[in-house]
C-alpha cells in the first residue's frame, strides 16, 4: 500500500499564481522526496527534505515538513506553463525504497 | 536522464505470451527498481535488485520476474501476460550514498490484449 497519498488530486490555476499540493504519510520516515512527472515521461526528482528538516527551498519551490502531523507541503510561486505535470512525494523509512503517492496533476493556464 | 534506457519504449502483445523488459544503465550504480505506473494507483514496486543476483520482490510482484546478469541490465519478464499487465513500466536506479533519490527511464507502455 502507499504511504504517502497527495493532495488535492488535480488543481488548476492561471499562470503567475502559487500552487500548493501536500503529501500525509501514515509510518515514521527518514526522509520525503518531491517528484515531478510530465505527460510521457520518467519521473524526475525536485528536492529532498530530512525528517529533522523543517522547511527547504530550491528556486521557485518550497517544502515544508511536519513530523508531528505527518505532513509535508510543496509550494510553487509564480507559476509557469511549463509546470504544468505531476507531482509526485515518495517517502523513505529505513530501507532504499521509497514509496510514492498517487500524485497531484498540476495544469497552469497560460 | 541518468544514462537509464528502457526497450521497448512500445509493445503490444496478446494474452498469454512472455514478455521481457530491458533496463540499462551506463554508471553501474548497484540498486534498481522496476515500478509499474497505472491511473488512480501511482507508482507501484514490482521488483528492486541491490546487485548482481540480487533481488528481491515489491508490493506488486505477483506474475513477474526479473534477472539481474550483469550490473548494468535489469531485465522484468512476465511469463504469461495478462490484460491486468497493461500499464506503463518504469525502471529507475539509485546511486549510492544518494539517500533514497532515485532516477527514471523514460518507460515503456505495455499493451495487453
Known amino acids: 500500500s502507499q504511504q504517502g497519498e497527495e493532495d488535492p488530486q488535480a488543481l488548476s490555476i492561471q499562470e503567475g499564481e502559487n500552487a500548493t499540493m501536500n503529501c500525509s504519510y501514515k509510518?515514521?520516515?527518514?526522509?520525503l522526496q518531491w517528484y515531478r512527472q510530465n505527460s510521457g515521461r520518467g519521473l524526475v526528482h525536485l528536492i529532498l527534505?530530512?525528517?529533522?528538516?523543517r522547511e527547504k527551498h530550491s528556486g521557485r519551490l518550497r517544502v515544508t515538513l511536519d513530523t508531528s502531523k505527518k505532513s509535508s507541503s510543496l509550494l510553487i510561486t509564480a507559476s509557469r506553463a511549463a509546470d504544468t505535470a505531476s507531482y509526485f512525494c515518495?517517502?523513505?523509512?529505513?530501507?532504499?525504497?521509497?514509496?510514492f503517492g498517487r500524485g497531484t496533476s498540476l495544469i497552469v493556464h497560460p | 536522464d541518468a544514462g537509464i534506457t528502457q526497450s521497448p519504449r512500445h509493445k503490444v502483445t496478446e494474452t498469454g505470451t512472455p514478455v521481457t523488459l530491458r533496463c540499462h544503465q551506463t554508471?553501474?550504480?548497484?540498486?534498481m527498481y522496476w515500478y509499474r505506473q497505472d491511473p488512480g494507483h501511482g507508482l507501484r514496486l514490482i521488483h528492486y535488485s541491490y546487485g548482481v543476483k540480487d533481488t528481491d520482490k515489491g508490493e506488486v510482484s505477483d506474475g513477474y520476474s526479473v534477472s539481474r546478469s550483469k550490473t548494468e541490465d535489469f531485465l522484468l519478464t512476465l511469463e504469461s501476460a495478462t490484460s491486468s499487465q497493461t500499464s506503463v513500466y518504469f525502471c529507475?536506479?539509485?546511486?549510492?550514498?544518494?539517500?533514497?533519490?532515485?532516477?527514471f527511464g523514460p518507460g515503456t507502455r505495455l499493451t495487453v490484449l
Open positions: 529507475a536506479i539509485k546511486p549510492e550514498g544518494s539517500t533514497d533519490t532515485q532516477y
Open positions: 509510518t515514521s520516515i527518514n526522509n
Open positions: 554508471e553501474n550504480h548497484r540498486y
Open positions: 527534505i530530512r525528517s529533522n528538516e
Open positions: 515518495a517517502t523513505a523509512g529505513g530501507s532504499y525504497i521509497p514509496t
